[in-house]
């Protein structure tokens, strides 16, 4: 028998098995991020790889610094929940967690997931 997981994080909830609820900036309607907001989002895959190399290196302080960029980056163009989920990785690095920090990644691909599916569709 297979179990259907469960992801919850504060008030974040993704069941697999469901589609996921969408994340769109806060500044989706402002033209003045357009640019921006697609970059960001055009890119964040290639940012992902760049912490998940350092993770698995064992490298703490390069995906701390990688994870403090994107969130500094997620909380300037309106991605709250991104900014949010990225202080528990950067915690986890500062920790030196290899358990929370994979946990904390997990839940960021999770979200970046979403903001990828919102942005598709507010093209």
Request: charged share 25%; glycine share 6%; with cysteine.
């Amino acid at each position: 028998m297979v179990q259907i997981a469960s992801f919850s994080t504060d008030s974040f909830r993704m069941d697999l098995g469901k589609r996921p609820i969408p994340i769109v900036s806060s500044y989706r309607n402002d033209p003045q991020f357009q640019e921006q907001i697609d970059e960001f989002v055009y890119g964040i895959s290639s940012r992902l790889d760049d912490m998940q190399n350092a993770e698995i290196e064992g490298d703490f302080a390069l995906c701390g610094k990688l994870i403090a960029d994107l969130s500094q980056d997620a909380e300037n163009l309106g991605f709250d929940p991104l900014y949010r989920i990225a202080q528990g990785v950067f915690q986890a690095c500062e920790d030196e967690d290899d358990e929370l920090l994979l946990q904390k990644l997990h839940e960021v691909l999770l979200i970046v997931h979403r903001i990828k599916l919102g942005h598709r569709s507010a093209a």
